[in-house]
């Protein structure tokens, strides 16, 4: 993307980002800490989490927070858990970045296993749905605040299963949140396409390709900054495709 943020882009944001061990929410957290804001990384994975951590620190980011979290298996409660202790340690909450995924099992329809297929769309669309819903009001008391979607191109094609699926009802449930916040004007709700990036989840999706003319998750953070910054501030119900 040809986006220039500057470097105090994000001063004084306390940003939320899912999936931050490892690839796309990763580096979207390293690129949130540089340019000034206090991210908050979830993921299941405690060790990739703490790597994620060190990497900011290590590049004199603001000091992160970690908040381990298993969205196949987290409650109601659990989220508004989350929102409370961020609330309580914060005092606000600026945006939110969704980018955990699982990419369950690619299959035709009639040999998908039911269990799989019920847990990958879990965490894939309803854990998004609770986390976002336990963050509004905390969110909505933000001057300018950001919720981003993290969606996938092969949403509509054979074998891709509940994943597919979940992308589709992510790209709905993001339009609908935009539309219904809209005439508050204070929080912006937009869905990202990365495109195909150099993550773990693509190389289970396409084992047999070469990934090395890949782009690096490092490559497309410049379409979340912009979306989560102030130059997007009239940006809102919008699917920004990164390539």
């Known amino acids: ?30 690129a949130y800490a ?14 990739a989490l703490t ?20 969205l196949k298996g987290a409650s109601i409660p659990d989220y508004d858990t989350l929102v409370s202790s961020i609330e309580e340690n914060f ?37 998004p749905y609770l986390l ?3 963050c509004l009001p905390l969110i909505q008391r933000s001057d300018s605040a950001s919720i981003i979607f993290t969606t996938d191109e092969h949403k509509d094609k054979a074998y891709w299963s509940s994943y597919g ?3 589709a009802g992510i790209e709905a449930l993001s339009k609908q949140l935009a539309d219904e916040l809209e005439s508050e004007g204070r929080v912006r709700v937009n869905c990202i396409d990365p ?13 047999g390709i070469d990934p090395t003319n890949l782009v ?7 379409n979340y900054l912009y979306l989560m910054g102030k130059d997007s501030h009239n940006i809102n119900g919008e699917l920004l495709h990164a390539q």
């Open 1 to 30: 993307m040809d986006y220039s943020p500057a470097s105090d882009l994000l001063n004084q944001h306390v940003i939320l980002i899912t999936g931050a061990g490892n690839g796309i929410g990763a580096a979207v957290a390293k």
């Open 34 to 47: 540089r340019h000034g804001a206090t991210v908050i990384l979830l993921d299941k994975n405690v060790p």
């Open 51 to 70: 790597k994620t951590y060190d990497d900011i620190i290590a590049k004199d980011g603001s000091t992160p927070a970690i908040y381990p979290l298993d």
């Open 91 to 127: 005092g606000r909450l600026d945006g939110v970045v969704h980018c955990a995924a699982s990419l369950g099992q690619l299959a035709p329809v009639e040999h998908q296993d039911p269990k799989t297929w019920l847990e990958t769309l879990h965490i894939n669309l309803t854990a």
């Open 132 to 134: 976002t819903r336990s």
């Open 165 to 167: 699926l979940s992308k």
């Open 195 to 207: 495109g195909s990036v150099k993550t773990s989840l693509h190389t289970l999706a396409f084992p």
């Open 216 to 222: 690096n998750p490092n490559d497309i953070v410049n």
